[in-house]
């Protein structure tokens, strides 16, 4: 079982690369942590993307692409919690966490106009939805819904996620989308829910 807010030290490869403010992570394409790191990022790397109808123009849902959505996502990533966990001090929230954070999971991605959007992250043996975000600049126009409608719909409407009480943005977004209220619980970040998804109807 994974430990969602555990420590996990990572030994850094020989290689890094610079995500931006001289922020260096480890190089998912070289070293032993990067053999890891391609491993579980780049389990049935095969299939069809989902391209959807979102905002001003195609969303494109797809898996994860460690050579080139790296820097993009660990940038949402860190810039979006940042900006929603408002109550955390920022210091709390580095670059470095992304790898760290979603170690063992399935990445898929957002991308429109040939650019990154949004991210989330399942850590399939037990269809959690360990993260979901969406760049500041493009919230509420359809991404982060059809990332939720296509992993929902792949894990066969069992998937499953956890919110911080105080995200008050993110909980009304997955009432919005049917999603149903389960256990409470707290943790180093605050008070959180499980959340449910809802029973599938068709396709998306």
Aim: glycine share 12%; charged share 25%.
């Amino acid at each position: 079982m994974k430990r969602w807010h555990g420590c996990l030290g990572l030994i850094l490869p020989p290689r890094r690369i610079e995500v931006g403010d001289g922020t260096f992570v480890p190089d998912c394409r070289h070293g032993f942590i990067g053999a890891a790191v391609r491993k579980a990022f780049g389990r049935r790397l095969q299939g069809p993307a989902r391209a959807v109808e979102s905002g001003a123009g195609p969303v494109q849902i797809r898996r994860f692409r460690p050579g080139s959505d790296l820097a993009t996502c660990v940038e949402i990533y860190y810039r979006t919690r940042r900006e929603s966990f408002t109550w955390l001090p920022r210091s709390r929230f580095r670059r470095s966490d992304f790898l760290v954070d979603t170690f063992e999971e399935e990445l898929f991605v957002a991308e429109q106009d040939g650019k990154v959007i949004a991210f989330a992250g399942v850590y399939a043996p037990e269809d959690f939805l360990h993260h979901l975000y969406v760049a500041r600049e493009h919230q509420g126009r359809g991404a982060g819904s059809a990332l939720l409608r296509y992993l929902l719909h792949r894990s066969e409407g069992r998937l499953r996620l956890k919110c911080l009480c105080r995200n008050e943005r993110a909980l009304a977004f997955y009432r919005g989308q049917g999603w149903r209220e389960g256990d409470h619980g707290w943790d180093a970040f605050g008070q959180w829910v499980t959340l449910h998804g809802p029973a599938l109807v068709a396709p998306p």
